[in-house]
C-alpha cells in the first residue's frame, strides 16, 4: 500500500475507533524492559530500536494510554465480561499489563513529583477496575491520598502543579476533583470546583486560564494561556460536581464554559490542535470530556440542549480527524492539527524532549505518541456519544 493510499471508507465511529488503535498498540505497545507480562509505550514512531525500549518514558501520556484500552473494552466487548457487565478481556489483560508495565518504568512507584500525573493515572486506574475488574486498590489509593493531602488553601490554591513549588494551575485541580469526587470525597471535589470557578475564569472569555503562580512576596500572579484541557478538565470536574450534588450552579458553569468553548476552542465547529509533545494530548482531553457531558448530564431543564452541543463539537472534531489520516505501510497516522492533513512522521529531526517539566514536540509532531493518542481519544469520544445516546438525540 502506497504511503498516501487510502483504506475503504469506514463510517462507524466505532470501527474507525478500532482502526486507531489497532494501528497505535501495533506501532508503540510492547514489553517494558522485555518483561514479561508487562506492557509499555515507545513515545515516538518511527524511533530506534533501543530508544523504543529503553529511552525515554512520559508518565502521564501512559495513563492515558490506559484509560484509551479502558474505553476500547468496552465499546468493543469481543466477550463476555462478570455478571451484567460485558469487555474485551484481552484488550482488559493489556490493561493490567500497561499498569504493572508503568510501575516498572517508574521505578517501582505509583507517585512521582507532578499532582496532574498522578491525577491521571488515579484516574485511569479508578476505570480500569471499575469497568474491567481489575484490582489495583492500593495504587488508587495512594494517588487519590496524595491529591488529598495537596490541598493548600491556606496559600491559595488548590493543589499545586508539582511538589517543588506553588504554582496553582487547572491542568492538576481538574483532574485531581474528578478523582476525588468518583473516590467518594464529593465535598474536597466541590470545593476544588469552587476554587477553580473563583480563580480560574477568565473575565471577558469565561475560558478556564492556567493558573495562579504564588510569587516569594506571597501574591498571586495568573498565567493567562487558555489551553483545550483545561476546559476539558473543568467541563468533568463541574459535571461530577453536578451529577454528586444536583446544585444548580454547577449546571450553570458548565452551560458558561461550553458556550466559551465553542466560541474560542473551536474552528468551524472543530476543536484546536495543541501541537506535539504534551500539547498533542491537549484537545484529545477536551473531547473525552466533551463527551461525558453528552453522555452522562442528568436530566434537567436545559439539559437535552448542552449534550447535543458537546456532542456536535465531538462529532465533528472526530469526523475532521478521521478525514485528515494519512496511511503509510498500511497504517493509519493522524495530524496534530484535526483540521489539516496529517504529515508522515520520519525518524529525522529533533524528537521529543522534556524540559523544565514539559515534553516539547518533536520537528514532526505526528511523530509523537501523545499526537496519535489524542486522535484516538477524540474518536472513542464519537463512539462512546454513538453507542449511549438514542439516534433521536444525536446532532
Not at 506571597?218 to 446544585?247: I, K, M
Request: hydrophobic share 40%.
Amino acid at each position: 500500500m502506497g504511503e498516501h493510499s487510502k483504506s475503504p471508507a469506514v463510517h462507524d465511529p466505532n470501527e474507525r475507533a478500532q482502526v486507531a488503535m489497532d494501528a497505535i498498540t501495533a506501532r508503540h505497545l510492547q514489553r517494558a524492559f522485555w518483561l514479561p507480562a508487562t506492557r509499555a509505550a515507545a513515545v515516538a514512531w518511527p524511533i530506534g530500536f533501543l530508544q523504543a525500549r529503553f529511552g525515554s518514558w512520559h508518565y502521564w501520556w501512559h495513563a492515558h494510554l490506559v484509560d484509551l484500552l479502558v474505553d476500547a473494552a468496552i465499546h468493543r466487548p469481543g466477550g463476555s465480561g462478570y455478571g451484567d457487565r460485558s469487555f474485551d478481556p484481552e484488550v482488559a489483560d493489556d490493561v493490567n499489563r500497561l499498569l504493572r508495565g508503568i510501575r516498572v518504568r517508574n521505578g517501582g512507584r505509583w507517585t512521582n513529583n507532578y499532582y496532574d500525573d498522578m491525577a491521571w493515572l488515579g484516574l485511569a486506574i479508578e476505570r480500569a477496575d471499575r469497568h474491567l475488574d481489575l484490582s489495583h486498590r492500593r495504587g488508587l489509593e495512594v494517588l487519590t491520598r496524595r491529591m488529598l493531602d495537596a490541598w493548600v488553601p491556606e496559600e491559595g490554591g488548590g493543589i499545586p502543579w508539582r511538589t517543588m513549588d506553588r504554582f496553582f494551575n487547572a491542568p492538576a485541580n481538574g483532574p485531581a476533583a474528578i478523582l476525588l469526587a468518583r473516590t467518594g470525597h464529593l465535598d474536597r471535589a466541590v470545593a476544588m470546583c469552587d476554587w477553580m470557578d473563583a480563580n480560574l475564569i477568565d473575565p471577558k472569555t469565561h475560558l478556564v486560564i492556567d493558573g495562579l503562580r504564588r510569587q516569594p512576596d506571597g501574591s498571586l500572579t495568573p498565567e493567562t494561556g487558555t489551553y483545550t484541557y483545561c476546559q476539558g478538565v473543568v467541563l468533568g470536574a463541574e459535571l461530577e460536581a453536578f451529577r454528586g450534588t444536583g446544585d444548580r450552579r454547577h449546571l450553570d458553569r458548565l452551560a458558561r464554559l461550553l458556550t466559551a468553548v465553542e466560541k474560542h476552542s473551536c474552528v468551524d465547529g472543530v476543536i484546536r490542535g495543541g501541537g506535539g509533545g504534551d500539547g498533542g494530548l491537549f484537545h484529545g482531553i477536551l473531547a473525552r470530556y466533551l463527551a461525558l457531558l453528552a453522555t452522562d448530564l442528568p436530566e434537567v431543564d436545559g439539559s437535552d440542549e448542552l449534550r447535543s452541543r458537546a456532542a456536535r463539537i465531538v462529532i465533528s472534531s472526530a469526523d475532521a480527524a478521521w478525514s485528515n489520516r494519512t496511511e503509510t505501510g498500511g497504517s493509519v497516522v493522524f495530524s496534530s492539527d484535526w483540521r489539516a492533513k496529517a504529515a508522515i512522521p520520519r525518524n529525522k529531526g529533533t524528537k521529543a524532549q522534556f524540559v523544565g517539566g514539559a515534553v516539547n514536540p518533536s520537528e514532526i509532531p505526528e511523530r509523537d505518541l501523545s499526537v496519535q493518542l489524542s486522535a484516538w481519544m477524540v474518536l472513542e469520544a464519537a463512539a462512546a456519544i454513538d453507542l449511549a445516546l438514542p439516534e433521536r438525540d444525536r446532532p
